[in-house]
Structures are given as structure tokens and as C-alpha cells.
């Protein structure tokens, strides 16, 4: 095999896909990329849950197949000056590395062991932008559960319904759902795709809203298609939970806040808690005013936050973490908080749904 | 105790004394600051061994002293929002900080078992800039041990000699030296700095050329004072190695180079490198041509680096490391490397001796 291709350009696939080289795997193959030089060049990488295939621009001298220690070809390719480098491997699978003076000459092997990538079939798929992708899982994906024990809950439902993509992830204290718009109407979806291959993909993804992305979905696996990069998926088996239940539009009090507002003075209040003391944030509404207060070991604080208020005063604790992840992803400058009682969740959303993030709140003593 | 001031200001002061708050200190007190208001507001900070003080701006409304965790305080005036602060304690040594409309209530302590700084008279000092000391620090104390079963080694030599200041670091494989011109002539001075101490005082200094810093000596401690500040350190007591001895002008190879393109080429090289391995950088110059080569379990490498030669031919072996190190500090943009033969330390410095770099090389086997 050999290949000659500009250094920048290998190291931005190379980049890619490391995203799938798992550290710590017991297969040692695992650890490798695959170097597959046909028609074109790729670059292959899985760690059985995710697989990514690239194609690296470049110039093909001579076709072949070689498996090189993925981190090790990236650190050497790194601190390559940037110039034209030339990959030749010989017949015992040791890779030569030309570039400017530079010429390292490393150990591969064959990559027989190495597994191959599912066959996806392109039947059933979706396109949108790289940008809404990438926002619909950072808005989603925070809330996703890392409990083995409960694999559904480690992944997140992926819906279509005609024009629709709603994305929802749940961990038993809160749910985030998320809706986007497509451009197309598509036959119905609904799959459990695992929280890290989203959190792996929107890593790779520009976010660029002229770019696009096709997913291609079967039973059991899914496919993203963009920039000259495929990811594939397994999916989660199962069914996912029953969310419509959980949701309400009943309300006793709505507060309309400044985003930011409430969310550093969360920040500062959450600087009194302990992960082990896990005291609550208590919010206290009464009349037009809304006060969040800590009381910890470590001291107590409060402060008044600027509100519009609509219906009954109450005071509810929570759990501040919740609120401030939610919080996070929100782009809007104003929020509104639906509230009932101190035992019921609490609804942040948007007019129109396009997200809602329930949290559930925390008991709290209270003594007035 | 009862004072206003402004958050910003307030922040910048707590950063600065923060670097003496050891994490793992045995005292509890020593993981606090003095915040003390007389005729100024301080903050006092020690881990024992450096100590530092230094004067926040601000209003006094009534004079008091108090000690606070160090890194709970930061972080709560770090959330703040940018505006005025007040704080404010009690007799139970309870400290309220009213920020904007955000309240807090923390518990502090008397700190009367907090340790005083030591009293250091002020009869010899040096003066320079800020920008001179920075420097001085940062092209030596990479090359002072950690081992703490030689004490001298883990901290600098400071020589004063009428109008030059020498900063000397070695640690048994390599030896540091930059002087630097002052204003003025001084008496001599010698002192043994702990490396600790430089690099926390090279992480508060400001680094500009305009700005001064008076250090002064006693027999036990040094003094740094600047912009309000001051920093006191215990000195290491003994004598510092006589380094006159290991130093020599005779060279039998002379070669110039582009420092950035050496550094590159053996960052490169380094690559194949293992800490356990310990496989050297083989320099191998000949004729007109210098080669860099490094062969070890991971592969090998080799490449030439332009250079202008005077003398014999030789090959010579390294650690990568210590070259690394001393040309990431050279600011040059060619550098002259004088050698003796494969066993004789090699000399990185320039015409006027302001920098001296000694690494000793390694052994290795030259088959040719």
C-alpha cells in the first residue's frame, strides 16, 4: 500500500475516527485503526457499539489493507510538520511515514481480527441540518441515566412523526424532551439510540446549518451519513418509557424569569451544597416576590430573583443540579416555570413545546 | 468587622493569596485566610514555608480580623455578581457577604492559632522588574529536582554580584543558568530559593517591564514586595554545588541551528519514546549533516536538521527531555550547541553566556 495526502487533512479524519478507539477494551484490535486503501482511502474504527468509517483525501500509489495503534499513528501524525505525507507499508505490515525530512517507520499488523462494520441497509432515513442535530442532543442528552442496570435509560427515544423529531431522555428525577422541525414528512420512527453514540456523533458534527446529515435507521441499528463520514449505532432493544403520563398542562403558578438571572444565582446558592448533604434548594413565592434560599453545614444564602408572577404563591425544594443543567441548554433569554404544589413536578417550557424538561422536586420541612 | 469593596478587586486579591493554601496541610487553620482590617483590609495566607499578604482596596466601616476557608470564600466571591461587596461578621465570627440582592452567611473563626509571618528586616534588597524576574524563574526552575532526599537540589541558587543577578537549577543531569543585569550594583548575596517558591511567585507577577519588585534577604528567609503585595519564604539552608567546575569552554564540534526546527524534530522523535523504555536521541553529525535517530519497541525515526557545523564529526545520545526543556525557554531563534565527544556534557548557550544549558548525554552503543 501506498498513499500520499496532506498531513492537516489526514490528522481532521484521524481526529474523527478516534471517537470509536475504545481505551480499555479487552480486544486488543480494538485499539487499532484500519488503513483500507481501495478505491478510495478510509479510515475504520469500532468499538462494537459504534463504528466510524472516513474517506481521507489523497492520492492513491497503491492499493491495501493495514491496522496501525490508533492514538500512536495520531500523536505521530500530530507532530508531523504540515507538508505532503507519504504512507507505504511493506508485506510484514510495518507502516513507513514520510513528511518534509521526517520518516518514521512503525509496526502494524493485519487487522484480520479486526470486526467488521454492520451492513446497514438504506431503506428507511431522515436528513436534517448538522446544526439541529447537534443542538438536539446537547439539549437532551445531559439528562440521559449512566446506570447500567437500566439500559433504556441510558439511551435516548428518537421519534418521527411526519415532519416531527422529538428527542427524549429520562433518569428517574427529570425528563428533557426536545421537538424539531424537518423538512420532509417521514414515515414513522421510534428508537433507542445509546446516549454516548450521541454524545460521540455531536462531537464530530460541524453544526453548520448549511451542512447536512442523512440517518438511516433498521431494527437494530442506525447510520449517519455526513461529510464523507459514516457512523454506525447498534440501538438499544426494548420499549422506551411512557412519557405522555408524566406530562400535564395543569398549572397553579406560573413565573416568567430571566434565564441567566436565575440561573447564576442558582450557581452561587449550590456553592453551599455538599453532593453528600444533598440539601435542597428551597424557591419561595410569595406575592410578586420569588426567593431562592440554602441552608447547609456550610452556611445559608438567599436572594431575591425578579419575576413575573402568575397565580398561587408556594414554596418547593429541588435539587439544584436539575435546574441548572435544564437551564443550560435553554437559548431563550426569559423562561416560564410551571409549578402546582410542593409535591408535584415542575415544567419548563417553551409557548409552543419545542422543549420541556420536568424535575421533580425534593421534600423539604417546611416551618413558616 | 465590617467593609465594602468592589467584587472584581476583591477576586483578584483572594487569587493572589490563594496560592498559599497548601490542600493538604495537617493544620486546619492553614486551609484559611486572615482577612484583617485595621488601618487597610489584608489577606494572609501561609502554608508554613511561604506566606502571603497582600492588600485589597476597598472601604472600612469597622476594623476586625477573621479567618475564612480559603477556597470556599474564592468561590462564593467568584459566583458573585460583578458588583459591591460588603462583608460583615459578628462576635461568633459568622461573616455575611451581601452582594447585589444575594445574601450569604458563612462560619469563619478567630484564627488565633493561624501562624504569623515571619518578620523580615529590610536591610538587603535587590530591585527588578517584574518582567526580569518572570523570566529568570521560568528559564530554570524546570531543571530543579523533586527529590526531596536532597533538599538543595529542589530549590535555585540566587547569586547576586555587583550588577548581575546568576539563577542557578541542576538536577543531576542537567544543569540551568541565566543572568540577568540589574540597575544597579549590589552587595553580594547567595541564597538558596525553594523552587516552590518561584514558580507561586512567577504565577502572581504580573510579567511587566514597567513594574518593579524589591526582594529583600535575611540569613532564613527572603521578602518578594510588588503591587501591594507581599510574598515571604523560608530560604534552604546549606551550601549550593559548586558549579564553577562542571562548566568548560573547550568544545570540539560547534552547531548552529533553528532552534524551532530542532525543538520540532525532537518533539517528533520523542514520540517513540517510553518513560520505561529510556531508548536515547541519537545525534548523529557527519560532514555537512546532523541526524536525529530514535529506534525503540514502538518503531523508529530518523530526520536531518539543517545546521551550520564547526569542527568534528561525532555521534552523541540524549535524553530527549532535557534538550526539550532548555530550548522551549531559549527565546533565540538560532541557538549554538557546543559538544566535546559522546561522553562530555554538551553546552547550549549563547555568545555572552546570559544563558548556560549543560545536559549530560547518555551512553549508547554506536555500531557503525
Chains 1, 2 share one sequence.
Do not use: W
Request: aromatic share 8%.
Amino acid at each position: 500500500m501506498k498513499i500520499i495526502c496532506n498531513r492537516s487533512k489526514l490528522l481532521e479524519r484521524i481526529n474523527i475516527v478516534l471517537k470509536a478507539v475504545s481505551s480499555k477494551s479487552t480486544m486488543p484490535i480494538l485499539s487499532c485503526l484500519i488503513l483500507e486503501v481501495n478505491n478510495d482511502i478510509k479510515l475504520i474504527t469500532t468499538d462494537m457499539e459504534l463504528g466510524i468509517e472516513t474517506v481521507v483525501e489523497g492520492e492513491i500509489i497503491e492499493p491495501g489493507r493495514i491496522a496501525l495503534d490508533a492514538k500512536f499513528f495520531s500523536e505521530i501524525i500530530r507532530k508531523l510538520p504540515d507538508d505532503v505525507v507519504t504512507i507505504e507499508t511493506d508485506y510484514d505490515y510495518n507502516a513507513t511515514i514520510y513528511c518534509g525530512k521526517s520518516k518514521f517507520s512503525i509496526v502494524g499488523k493485519a487487522g484480520d481480527d479486526f470486526p467488521s462494520l454492520p451492513n446497514i441497509s438504506r431503506n428507511t432515513s431522515i436528513t436534517l441540518s448538522q446544526f439541529a442535530l447537534k443542538e438536539i442532543i446537547r439539549q437532551t442528552v445531559f439528562s440521559i441515566a449512566y446506570d447500567e442496570n437500566n439500559k433504556i435509560m441510558t439511551g435516548e427515544l428518537f421519534e418521527v412523526e411526519n415532519d416531527v423529531l422529538k428527542a427524549v431522555s429520562l433518569d428517574g428525577h427529570r425528563i428533557s424532551i426536545r421537538k424539531i422541525m424537518l423538512n420532509n414528512s417521514y414515515p414513522s420512527i421510534k428508537v433507542i439510540v445509546p446516549g454516548k453514540t450521541l454524545i460521540e456523533v455531536s462531537k464530530i458534527l460541524s453544526g453548520n446549518v448549511d451542512k447536512f446529515v442523512n440517518i438511516y435507521f433498521t431494527d437494530k441499528h442506525m447510520l449517519f451519513e455526513f461529510d464523507n463520514t459514516i457512523v454506525t449505532s447498534r440501538l438499544i432493544e426494548g420499549e422506551y418509557f411512557k412519557i405522555a403520563q408524566m406530562l400535564s398542562n395543569d398549572y397553579e403558578t406560573k413565573l416568567s424569569v430571566n434565564k441567566q438571572e436565575l440561573l447564576s444565582c442558582i450557581e452561587r446558592a449550590s456553592l453551599l451544597i455538599r453532593e453528600s448533604d444533598k440539601n435542597p434548594l428551597i424557591i419561595n413565592v410569595n406575592g410578586d416576590n420569588m426567593e431562592l434560599k440554602v441552608s447547609s453545614k456550610a452556611g445559608n444564602m438567599n436572594e431575591d430573583v425578579n419575576v413575573v408572577k402568575e397565580g398561587t404563591d408556594l414554596v418547593i425544594g429541588f435539587n439544584p443540579k436539575f435546574l441548572m443543567d435544564a437551564l443550560r441548554v435553554i437559548d431563550d433569554e426569559f423562561v416560564d416555570i410551571y409549578l402546582i404544589n410542593s409535591k408535584a413536578p415542575c415544567f419548563i417550557k417553551d409557548k409552543d413545546e419545542n422543549y420541556i424538561y420536568l424535575v421533580l422536586p425534593v421534600n423539604i420541612i417546611v416551618n413558616n
